[in-house]
């Protein structure tokens, strides 16, 4: 009987800390005490135990010390978390004095190299790959996981993002495996990386613990990266790869297989029918292949900090968990083993999360890259232009505010100056989400950092051809971002997006055509007086739609945007782009680009003014 998907509330509501304490040596259990005046037919067996832990993060997004290099300023949230690597080596370094050397593993769920300023920095700035004949320098991340001992870890979809050459570059300067079973040569069909690694834990008197880690990766990389991967690598589902490999590290004598996947939890997908593969599968893998004693989460960002599924198949329990992103937290896995006749049996295990907010960073890390954060604190730092008022996103996710505008702007004029002859003739619209509503472009001198921190992504610009029927469908698709309000209802900011786990980097806007959302209308029912120069869209007309490589390559489920006709491509990443424009202009003045174009209505009613 299958396990249903679960939401994330069902998540935390089951995700309970175990925090059981676990023994680091190997003992010795006697059987039961002999009465004195009896002699025992036969002396005691003598069982011989073993414990061990896997350490487990995930996500980490080049996050290496506490800093927000957006803000320009040390991380700081509502929950009081701290971030970075440089934190959570300090908590691996207590675990390990604890536990003793030999009794710990070091292992990560992928999404490594991308996500701050520091991994675009040594990706484009400075690549690891060399620039102008010179030799690049070392990953930070390769820097700081390598001096953290980790043993393997899971590919990222998110690794592909820079390209291959850039990810195996990585790789190369990496002691540790990049494991990934499902991630193929396109031709062969072989395993483009290590699909698995096996670490051996030695117990004085007895045979070694056999430990099979097995990586898997996630589908939607074909989708997200194409444009990197068509015709190099494919990369099947987690569960078919798993059947074939986990039965594998089995018949090599493996007494613990644990695998960690760039998956989540709860056996949703957000693209759809776009692939036949399921984004986040892990507890199908659970659930559906046999053999597995744990499994490392990542991809969704979540803190879970214990939870099992039950094996169709043996009725064994499988546990995994999956430690929130960004080195917020840090999973540690705990296994009591028992030796039976020359084998090693799993007893017990157990996992928790640890917070380690309450911990100094790890001074060795500090000393292997100040001088690396440095230079990015300087670049980020560095003026491109001026803004004539304060731009904020406070409220992009309900209002047409000129921060978005921007975007939308850097976006047709850089498709626009790309268009073939016929194409240009084509009426051109642009669609962007809201990375974050903290966003903020200040009055006065404006930096890269002012830029990044409101384009947090390094895609890339696609012009793609829809037609006013498919627009539709499109912005329809986006509407759901908004619960259902009844009209005369009062609308609460703080309760009216995110249905349907439609987060905000989901949720597109247009620019260039004009409509209204009536969320009191129907999921579906929407998009109200949809008009392009003042006049009603025709189902029949044709545009040119400015949009990420993300959502063109099928991100986040819009309907038509992957298979539509393309009119315009480029390698270089919007948020340069938009330096670019700051740059060329010296000065970023609302008046030149902000049109509301949109709005919320109920019943027709404008919700705000």
Request: include cysteine.
């Amino acid at each position: 009987m299958s396990v249903s998907p679960l939401n994330r509330r069902e998540f935390v509501k089951k995700s309970a800390v175990t925090g059981a304490a676990v023994a680091v040596a190997g003992t010795v259990a006697a059987g039961p005490a002999q009465a004195a005046d009896r002699t025992p037919e036969k002396a005691p067996t003598a069982t011989k135990t073993w414990s061990f832990s896997i350490l487990g993060t995930t996500d980490l997004h080049s996050h290496v010390f506490d800093w927000d290099y957006y803000k320009d300023a040390a991380y700081s949230d509502k929950a009081g978390n701290s971030v970075g690597v440089a934190r959570v080596a300090t908590l691996i370094k207590q675990q390990r004095e604890a536990k003793g050397e030999e009794h710990v593993l070091l292992v990560d769920a992928g999404d490594i190299i991308q996500g701050t300023s520091l991994a675009y920095y040594f990706a484009r700035v400075d690549p690891i790959t060399g620039k102008d004949g010179k030799k690049g320098p070392k990953h930070p991340m390769a820097v700081a996981m390598n001096h953290m001992r980790y043993d393997a870890a899971a590919l990222g979809n998110h690794e592909f993002n820079y390209g291959i050459e850039t990810l195996r570059k990585f790789e190369k300067q990496c002691h540790f495996p990049l494991l990934g079973a499902n991630a193929l040569d396109a031709k062969t069909l072989r395993p483009a990386f290590h699909p698995y690694t096996v670490k051996r834990i030695c117990v004085p008197g007895a045979p070694d613990i056999k430990v099979g880690i097995l990586g898997l990766t996630n589908p939607g990389i074909a989708l997200w990266d194409k444009d990197n991967v068509s015709g190099k690598m494919v990369f099947p589902g987690l569960v078919e790869q798993a059947k074939k490999y986990v039965p594998r590290l089995r018949a090599l004598g493996c007494d613990v297989v644990f695998l960690t996947d760039h998956s989540g939890l709860d056996g949703s997908t957000s693209y759809g029918d776009a692939l036949p593969y399921v984004e986040n599968a892990s507890n199908l893998v659970a659930e559906q292949v046999p053999g597995i004693d744990a499994i490392l989460v990542g991809h969704t960002h979540v803190e879970v900090s214990s939870y099992t599924v039950k094996n169709e198949e043996t009725g064994e329990e499988v546990l995994l968990s999956e430690p929130y992103c960004w080195g917020y937290r840090l999973t540690v896995f705990d296994f009591e083993l028992e030796l039976h006749h020359g084998q090693w049996k799993v007893t017990k295990k157990t996992a928790q999360t640890l917070n380690p907010k309450d911990v100094e960073e790890d001074p060795e890390i500090t000393k292997l890259l100040k001088a690396d954060h440095d230079l990015v604190v300087k670049y980020v730092n560095t003026a491109v232009g001026t803004c004539t008022q304060d731009l904020s996103a406070a409220e992009s996710c309900w209002k047409d505010v000129p921060i978005m505008d921007f975007i939308h702007e850097v976006q047709m004029q850089s498709v626009k100056a790309g268009l073939s002859a016929s194409d240009a003739a084509l009426p051109l619209i642009s669609v962007a989400a809201p990375f974050s509503r903290t966003a903020d472009i200040p009055a006065g001198s404006v930096t890269i950092k002012d830029i990044a921190g409101l384009y947090i992504y390094d895609n890339t610009l696609y012009g793609k051809k829809l037609t006013g029927a498919q627009l539709k469908d499109y912005l329809e698709y986006a509407a759901k971002y908004y619960h259902q309000v009844p009209a005369g209802t009062k609308v609460d900011t703080a309760t009216l997006t995110n249905a349907n786990n439609f987060w905000d980097y989901m949720y597109d806007t247009a620019a260039g055509v004009s409509y209204d959302i009536d969320i009191a209308q129907a999921e579906g029912s929407r998009i109200k007086n949809l008009t392009y120069n003042g006049k009603a869209v025709a189902d029949d007309q044709v545009f040119v739609v400015a949009v990420n490589n993300y959502r063109a390559n099928g991100g986040s489920g819009y309907p038509h945007i992957a298979t539509a006709e393309i009119a315009y491509s480029s390698t270089n990443e919007i948020r340069q782009l938009m330096i670019d424009y700051v740059t060329s202009k010296g000065a970023l003045n609302p008046a030149d680009f902000a049109v509301t174009n949109w709005r919320l209505t109920q019943d027709g009613t404008a919700v705000f003014s």
